[in-house]
DNA sequence: GCTCCTCGGGATAACGTTATCGCGAGGATA
DNA sequence: TATCCTCGCGATAACGTTATCCCGAGGAGC
């Protein structure tokens, strides 16, 4: 009785919750309540429906079950990629399994219109909530979707053109430890290499560093480096900043990328005669020489707290909307304590 | 117009197709044929309806459209780990894309029980199919839902206990080409530390090295160490190997986390002393000193005919079981070429 | 012994979409 | 002018589930 029946040579039909009530000679909303665990329903009729679930193989269907009950149970999260180190996204559905929530996750890809079609189609499955972390510069097409009751929750950067909820790192802070760290150390010509400024967290990092600069008295030019992480602009602003004629002694890069730019760049003989401390945690960052002291971001209460933002946002679309900022930390290992 | 209206109190309601017709003062039915572009539709009809979505924000409801057409238009994928990196992953999503299918990506997190509630949670969902990164030990509790028509592809190993599609690196052949490397080079005492036999590819890789040892004659004895991938057996394995009365020259490692307890344990000094093949790509080996000497496996081609076997076995339910091995590739960085 | 209440189960209407069918209008043909 | 298509839209029934009623049986109270 394990071969479901077949309908016109197509797919096998799935047995129903009809079947299963004629099955067990009892009225569909009988089992509606035995599959859902109503209390109210008599144990001889909970034995003799739960015989047809297991004779016919039943399995409920969700999709029907959401269309009736409205909620999914499911949340989404658009960050940029899946498949690659993302702690963030692991805490996201760490804390999501905890809280009873299924994950569905998707790659924008650094691509602005795959993150339009990915949000948009998270709105048409009427997910209970979504998870950004946003890449394109403007989300002033989600505002209906806001209007409807869409609860949505920024990720790392904050959102243009609409008003969410966002959690993200200090990153002014993070780099005035990375710069505070070489300046104690000695180094007195610090240079940056960082994101473009187009995005916000490369704008954030660079006006940082800057601010950091002057409020040492040091001069700012030909130290400060933000643009498109490609090896050979990474590679440029090395040069201009490690052989200029007043050569930096220390570096600041200000993402994960940067930081692996400039150790493909500088090679392994020279890493060590850099004093670097890297924005954002690498990994095998402790099997570099010399072992890459970082600012590392509190990747899990991120996305932990992007989840605790969405269920409030879920359980009350009208809360006022809230920004949590996240301390960063500075880790020690060995290419930041490099001396002059 | 653009506040939805709330139902007494609680979450606004989004307009339906029922809402869009009564705007634009036609049939229900039209709205749908306009939404799915329908040819049949009269240009001022189309302009009528348009003009009601907009103004209403409508957007189609695809749990509904699910229910109504049957299909969901995606797929799932069970894997270890989403928030790691997963070339394979990485590869199915993007093919998935590319067939104009959506991913549902899920991490089972080394944990059996959670690797079932996934699953049949993607069948409840009637997915579309399901690709599974196996790592239970009994599956036959899936047989059910082969029975019922779920289209099911394994990845990276098979699965027991039932008979499903399946694609896989060429385990046995990669150990084959790890082992000749090295002794081509010149070593004669290699050893092997790699992942429990519990687990096939474990199994399946400790088999080939044994057999790579049997076929050029050198001894088995205290060289091959299969096993749990702690720190500590790995530790205790490397120095069985190393420090015995006729000590290795060269390794290989049978996986990632392998590998990297190696380094960890190894050390920067006495890493260039060791001739090392991985198995398996490892992040950022190119700047690991020396670089990384792998056994590549073609990642993006497996999951590409994960996919391809997916959708195969979605167009054509009875077609036969099909398993593909996809051959891996040697990758000389280093680590490979130390001499004896 | 009759009424009232409670309790457990059944019929039926949603949820929002698509598929099937039918029907009226208009043009082509005889 | 009558008939036959064809074309384009509308009414209505599903899809598989849950929620809202309602009803019948049984026990308690007078």
Redesign the pocket.
């Known amino acids: 009785m394990t071969q479901a029946r077949r309908e016109s040579g197509g797919r096998p039909?799935?047995?129903?919750?009809?079947?299963?009530?004629r099955e067990a000679?009892?009225?569909?909303?009988?089992?509606?309540?035995v599959?859902?665990q109503?209390?109210?329903?008599?144990?001889?009729?909970?034995t003799k429906v739960e015989a047809a679930i297991a004779a016919l193989n039943?399995?409920?269907?969700?999709?029907?079950?959401q269309?009736?009950?409205?909620v999914t149970g499911t949340i989404g999260a658009a960050v940029r990629r899946i498949a690659e180190v993302n702690p963030e996204l692991a805490a996201i559905e760490r804390t999501a399994r905890d809280a009873g929530l299924t994950l569905f996750a998707a790659s924008t890809d650094f691509d602005e219109k795959r993150e339009h079609d990915i949000l948009i189609s998270m709105c048409r499955q009427r997910l209970d909530g979504i998870i950004v972390e946003p890449f394109g510069e403007n989300h002033a097409y989600l505002q209906p979707e806001l209007d409807a009751g869409v609860p949505l929750v920024a990720m790392d950067r904050p959102m243009s053109g609409i008003s969410v909820d966002c959690v993200m790192s200090d990153n002014a802070s993070g780099i005035g430890m990375a710069f505070h760290h070489l300046h104690r150390h000695g180094h007195r010509r610090i240079a940056y290499i960082g994101d473009s400024e187009r995005v916000y967290s490369g704008r954030e990092r660079a006006a940082a560093f800057r601010a950091a600069l002057g409020a040492h008295g040091e001069p700012v030019e030909g130290l400060v480096h933000p643009g498109e992480i490609t090896p050979e602009r990474v590679a440029a602003a090395l040069d201009t900043a490690l052989h200029g004629p007043n050569p930096a002694t220390a570096l600041v890069t200000g993402n994960m990328d940067t930081t692996l730019a400039v150790l493909r760049h500088l090679g392994p003989q020279s890493a060590s005669r850099l004093a670097l401390v890297a924005f954002d945690e690498v990994p095998l960052a402790d099997l570099l020489q010399p072992a890459l002291t970082v600012i590392a971001q509190q990747t899990t209460e991120i996305g932990r707290t992007a989840v605790e933002l969405l269920r409030a946002r879920i359980v009350d679309p009208a809360r006022p909307v809230q920004s949590v900022v996240v301390p960063v930390t500075l880790k020690v290992r060995g290419s930041g304590e490099v001396p002059v």
């Open positions: 039909r799935r047995p129903t919750m009809v079947d299963v009530a000679g009892v009225a569909l909303r009988t089992v509606s309540r599959v859902n109503d209390p109210t329903v008599g144990p001889e009729y909970v039943y399995r409920p269907d969700d999709r029907a079950r269309l009736r009950t409205g």
